[in-house]
């Protein structure tokens, strides 16, 4: 790689928004400029131009969406631009707000480099490495910056990474991949592209940087080292562009919030979706589903399991074991309205597994291909077909509005008008491996490297639209709920997520922990896990239970499940532990204000759900250690039970700035913080503790009725 070399910077002292540009000579020029007084951009410019024309993760204006088209790169609409001071009264130029100050170095050598720093104690946020920071290939087009970096520091974020939550010294890449039965310890990537990082400094400081691109990203954190560069850590960008957002604070919630306001915020769902939901493959893929159905809701209602939607697998839409989106098996289901309505009368809301690719015999696929549909080869013009699902197809083009019109019509007709009442985008990694591949690009064609995750977005956002613009034309005031496995940062504007096609294990169980908490940390709030483990063998009963409650108080709670034996992962699949997974979705049911609270939170104020300690309670260092444990909002401290046979927890109470205490959700025992405590754990609780002081809205269910997500507010517990 070549380094960029700096031939001069031009600053503008007498202009309040305090631009600088180094100029490259040949490479182009490379631009900083402040958004916020806590925020600055850095982007480099090509000579050529941008290789990425557009972003669709950049939306800072509360309430406006970015065109469907992308919003322009070098755009700075819906900023503040904060007042800027310009010193070049020093060998160093240096830009600074009241909170953010840069200098803007370049050595003899022409070596391009900034540091970042707090005006007012000169803490540093981001050191770029003295040597060769920015380089660029000009054989493959990729991109490079390496940053200072020190033992000591703390990462988090990337999307839905695995392992601990401290990401420093791993490699780890931002690629969508279709990742069933990952290791949940060390497998990367997962599905999400999500080149956000966060890091804690050595003095206590936090600092965030969004790379900007749809290109693949490999993030090395700790693992290289070269003799002639001092301690770095760098992130490679494929063929994409250098563009990249720093955001700094004194608490990760400061950042945190940067970010997602940056990106658009996130969907406040219906408060149904909030409730315990179930979809089982093996039962939409049995010969009789709809007898199948019929029994399952008769069984839920016998077992007294509360449940709030069902979510339909792809089952619906098989022909032996391919998938054709937008159909129905009539053999299995006859009359799919029928059975509809009666999970409807049965108070279940629906969701139903669609996928973005066409079997070469899919009923569509000849007149979509004909019309010019499909991601398509960039040198025969004809479509990428490749292996999916047993079979052969070609991937839709969500930057065609013809396959956009496409989509949203099947999800009419198909979905929504069959009584069903959102769409859970699934298998839309779109994980091509022809290099020929590429999108229409609005008529400007644009390589699938650097667009693959934009159509997992675009889906979600389609599916999105479609069903809000029916819901207005049946006059529905509710708020639109859908779910995407893939994507990149805008996501959260439309969808719910969750970490894929997990294992069952009891690793499993133990690292999605981390993976849910680490997606938190990255901006999305809408997360969970397959409960019981979606891919593998069935959970035995004690695995069962303990799964159940580690997922009880996530903000999504959905018990999905593949099994090659054909069992289902079913909350009376054990009738031993049966009670206890009872009183685990209906300890949900109890806390639902409280958890819709946080939801509402979320949404208002850009706070995760689930947090890890240290989110809370940043000046206490114990919470750095890597747990099991996770916050449920400002008050709730959950500790679950994850390794086989135990029967005691063992779990650190933070300190709390206001010297209170922790209190026993279950035995209202009062406990210290800055303290280390084994607490009972028999198999029917999961164990909780509550911040001292705490006012926790709950709801009571009438006598012989079962718990619904509706019940609503009734009573305060006060700890």
């Not at 490079?144 to 000591?152: F, M, S, T, Y």
């Amino acid at each position: 790689m070549t380094p960029l070399r700096l031939d001069r910077w031009d600053l503008c002292p007498g202009d309040a928004r305090g631009d600088a540009h180094a100029r490259l000579s040949t490479q182009g020029d490379l631009s900083v400029c402040f958004l916020t007084t806590t925020m600055a951009r850095v982007s480099w410019r090509r000579a050529t131009g941008y290789l990425e024309r557009h972003t669709w993760a950049i939306a800072p204006t509360p309430g406006e969406d970015v065109p469907w088209s992308g919003r322009p790169r070098e755009s700075l609409q819906g900023f503040d631009r904060p007042t800027v001071v310009a010193d070049v009264s020093g060998r160093v130029p240096c830009l600074a707000t009241s909170r953010l100050r840069v200098e803007l170095r370049g050595d003899d050598d022409g070596v391009l480099r900034l540091a970042w720093h707090d005006p007012d104690t000169q803490q540093a946020y981001l050191t770029d490495r003295e040597t060769s920071a920015y380089l660029c290939s000009e054989r493959t087009g990729a991109t490079r910056h390496c940053v200072v970096r020190d033992p000591a520091e703390h990462y988090y974020g990337l999307g839905d990474k695995t392992g601990p939550l401290n990401l420093h010294g791993r490699r780890l890449r931002c690629l969508g991949q279709d990742s069933l039965g990952y290791d949940p310890e060390k497998g990367d990537p997962l599905y999400k592209h999500w080149p956000f990082l966060m890091h804690r400094t050595t003095d206590g400081l936090w600092a965030g940087v969004y790379y900007d691109t749809l290109s693949a990203c490999t993030f090395d954190l700790g693992c290289e080292h070269d003799n002639y560069h001092d301690l770095f850590r760098s992130v490679d960008i494929d063929d994409g562009d250098l563009d990249y957002y720093l955001m700094v604070g004194n608490t990760p919630s400061d950042v945190v919030a940067q970010f997602v306001q940056l990106i658009g915020g996130t969907a406040l769902p219906p408060r149904w979706s909030v409730g315990f939901a179930l979809t089982a493959m093996g039962l939409a893929d049995a010969p009789d589903a709809q007898i199948q159905l019929g029994r399952f809701i008769e069984r839920c209602q016998a077992e007294a399991i509360p449940i709030s939607a069902f979510h339909y697998g792809s089952g619906y839409s098989t022909r032996g074991k391919q998938r054709y989106v937008f159909t129905w098996n009539a053999s299995k289901f006859p009359d799919p309205i029928a059975i509809n309505q009666q999970f409807k009368a049965a108070g279940m809301r629906l969701v139903a597994n669609i996928k973005p690719c066409l079997l070469d015999d899919h009923p569509a696929y000849a007149s979509v291909a004909a019309r010019g549909g499909f991601i398509r080869e960039a040198s025969t013009g004809n479509p990428v077909v490749e292996p999916f699902w047993d079979g052969r197809g070609a991937y839709l083009d969500f930057t065609a509005p013809d396959d956009v019109a496409w989509w949203q019509t099947g999800l009419r007709t198909q979905i929504l008008e069959k009584g069903i009442d959102a769409g859970w985008n699934d298998n839309n990694e779109y994980a091509i491996q022809s290099e020929q591949a590429q999108s229409a690009g609005w008529g400007q064609a644009m390589p699938l490297h650097r667009s693959r995750p934009l159509h997992g977005l675009l889906m979600t956002r389609a599916t999105y639209e479609a069903q809000q613009s029916y819901g207005r034309e049946h006059g529905r005031d509710e708020a639109v709920f859908t779910v995407t496995r893939a994507g990149p940062p805008g996501l959260q504007r439309y969808a719910q997520t969750w970490s894929g096609d997990n294992t069952t294990s009891w690793a499993t169980l133990r690292w999605n922990i981390r993976t849910g908490l680490q997606m938190s940390l990255s901006g999305m709030f809408n997360v969970g896990h397959d409960v019981g483990g979606f891919f593998g063998p069935s959970p035995d009963p004690e695995m069962f239970c303990r799964w159940v409650q580690a997922c009880a108080l996530n903000p999504r709670m959905v018990m999905n499940s593949w099994k090659a034996d054909g069992r289902n992962n079913v909350p009376w699949m054990h009738p031993s532990v049966t009670g206890a997974v009872r009183e685990a979705i209906a300890l949900r049911y109890r806390l639902m204000p409280y958890l819709w609270q946080c939801f509402e939170n979320a949404c208002a104020h850009h706070v995760p759900i689930i947090r890890p300690s240290f989110f809370n309670f940043p000046d206490d260092l114990t919470c750095l250690d890597d747990c099991d444990d996770f916050m449920l909002g400002t008050d709730l401290l959950v500790a679950p039970v994850v390794n086989k046979g135990d029967r005691t927890r063992t779990v650190y109470l933070p300190v709390q700035p206001d010297g209170q205490g922790w209190v026993n959700f279950y035995t209202r025992a009062v406990y210290a913080g800055g303290q280390v405590i084994t607490d009972q754990a028999p198999l029917d609780r999961l164990p909780l503790w509550v911040r001292q002081g705490a006012k926790i809205g709950v709801s009571e269910t009438a006598d012989g009725r079962v718990a619904r997500y509706d019940d609503g507010l009734t009573d305060y517990l006060y700890f």
